[in-house]
């Protein structure tokens, strides 16, 4: 089979629910939200473009993105009859994934002859990466790709489908298929490695992909349309306890960055080519040191700074110096998202943060002198911390607030990702109070606590209301220049009230 007559469907199919709408692609910790929020998958979208640079037909179908029901997505999967399919999972969605699987398996070829007989299922991400074996059992998926650069691995399968290539490390799949009552006998192809070269990758194809729906309704941009870039694989530390992508996709020593070279091109095709205003870089910690200084003068030096603003994920504990925020100010950085996700030293030291409280209002204060918005993340509901240890991280976060250091924060329960080191502990010392993925979604405790989830709920519908000020509000409107600015205000009013419903359902 040649491959311009090899397609692959890489989808996201409707997930309906009361709780609201999925955020799956591009978020390393899942949730409903009541806010149509949307963030530009990098990784498959990376993955669509590098096969169809390889000569493979290649549909994008995100269900969700652009307002499909049910039967819409099934109309036009069956008209586009690929001979892959590919979905994104995550923990608190995996078992709809099974049933979605299981229903396109079972019923499909019976009642749509246009679908191929050789149509395969693939799934990939992080819950699946951790646990293969469990959705190989759940459902008749036929492939599963471990790792993070599925990108890669992708077209490593579709070239062993077609060509007869070997299956790199990672890959799980079936040695025969189930006939009648007689299982499957499920075989994989070793532990997936990430020595794939990031340069390796062309520009990402966003017309193929489908850019435009996740320009706009995104509240880390300011400036719209916006786009997201991911520079590096995925965090230089990588050692927090319960980060999913870095315990997971992304394991510890296998931290990649692209040349500046590649990065900067990538930002000219969506300014030059899509007039993107504003680049949310969502590598798990922005590439810092002698890279962020020479991306920084590139950006100036090309004159970029006057057309684009960047924004990106950052760490306390960078080794970033006050010379550096003003370096970042002037390449027109603007929104930098700290994960702060606790006041308590002990805390910090349990997940593995390294860093010390000590460092935050120095940090935030260099951010801010040089005009830079940064962004904290806050989480509760830590098997160990006390009323009075969550309301230090809730007077912390009021302090910033108050100070005028930080500008927006997101505030979340607590969940212990399969495969992270906080799943292992948890199991280790009996703190799990269950082990049914839904309920794995950052709106309720799934860890026995000090005190109930509804306790829980309430700070961190708190941490919320800080935005609510009196001093804060008539800091926002003094600083109101320009419409994005309104439309700014105007945003966060709206995702205000969206996480006070998030957090209040029981």
């Not at 006939?179 to 794939?196: M, R, V, Y």
């Not at 994960?339 to 204060?365: F, R, Y």
Request: with cysteine.
């Amino acid at each position: 089979m040649s491959n311009t007559s090899f397609k692959i469907a890489i989808c996201y199919p409707p997930l309906p629910d009361a709780k609201g709408i999925p955020l799956l692609g591009q978020n390393r910790q899942f949730q409903w939200a009541n806010s149509p929020w949307r963030a530009y998958p990098m990784v498959p979208a990376s993955a669509a473009t590098l096969l169809k640079e390889q000569g493979y037909e290649v549909v994008w179908m995100d269900a969700t993105s652009e307002g499909w029901g049910k039967e819409e997505f099934e109309k036009r999967l069956k008209e586009e009859s690929p001979n892959l399919i590919v979905f994104e999972v995550k923990t608190p969605v995996i078992k709809r994934y099974w049933q979605i699987v299981n229903e396109i398996k079972n019923n499909w070829r019976r009642t749509a002859s246009q679908l191929q007989e050789i149509t395969n299922i693939v799934l990939i991400g992080d819950h699946v990466t951790a646990l293969p074996k469990e959705s190989m059992e759940n459902c008749k998926v036929d492939y599963i790709l471990t790792g993070g650069d599925y990108d890669f691995s992708l077209l490593n399968l579709c070239n062993h489908l077609t060509k007869g290539e070997k299956l790199n490390p990672g890959v799980w799949f079936r040695k025969k298929p189930e006939i009648g009552n007689q299982k499957s006998e499920i075989g994989n192809s070793g532990k997936f490695s990430l020595e794939n070269n990031l340069n390796d990758l062309p520009i990402t194809d966003r017309k193929l992909t489908r850019w435009e729906l996740y320009s706009k309704k995104n509240s880390n941009y300011k400036h719209t349309p916006g786009s997201y870039t991911m520079f590096a694989r995925d965090c230089w530390y990588g050692k927090c306890t319960f980060c999913v992508w870095n315990q997971v996709l992304f394991p510890h020593g296998n931290y990649r960055v692209a040349s500046v070279k590649h990065a900067i091109e990538e930002v000219e095709n969506l300014v030059n080519n899509f007039g993107v205003r504003e680049i949310m870089d969502d590598s798990g910690t922005f590439p810092c040191g002698e890279w962020l200084r020479e991306f920084c003068h590139e950006i100036i030096n090309r004159k970029l700074n006057k057309k684009v603003t960047i924004s990106c994920n950052m760490r306390f504990n960078s080794g970033l110096e006050e010379k550096d925020y003003e370096l970042m100010g002037k390449a027109n950085f603007r929104f930098l998202l700290y994960g702060l996700e606790s006041a308590n030293q002990e805390t910090l030291e349990k997940i593995h943060k390294d860093m010390k409280v000590e460092q935050v209002k120095k940090t935030l204060i260099w951010a801010k002198k040089y005009g830079l918005e940064p962004h904290i993340t806050v989480m509760v509901g830590y098997p160990w911390e006390e009323k009075e240890e969550v309301k230090n991280s809730l007077n912390l976060a009021k302090d910033l607030f108050n100070q005028g250091l930080v500008d927006s924060l997101q505030a979340t329960i607590v969940v212990p990702y399969p495969g992270t080191e906080l799943f292992a502990e948890c199991k280790k010392n009996n703190w799990l109070l269950t082990e049914d993925w839904d309920r794995y979604d950052m709106t309720e405790c799934v860890m026995k606590t000090p005190f109930p989830s509804e306790e829980l709920q309430a700070m961190v519908r708190e941490f919320y209301s800080f935005s609510t000020q009196p001093k804060f509000i008539v800091r926002k409107i003094l600083k109101v220049r320009t419409w994005d600015d309104v439309k700014q205000l105007g945003f966060f009013g709206f995702k205000f009230i969206s996480k006070l419903l998030d957090f209040s359902r029981k």
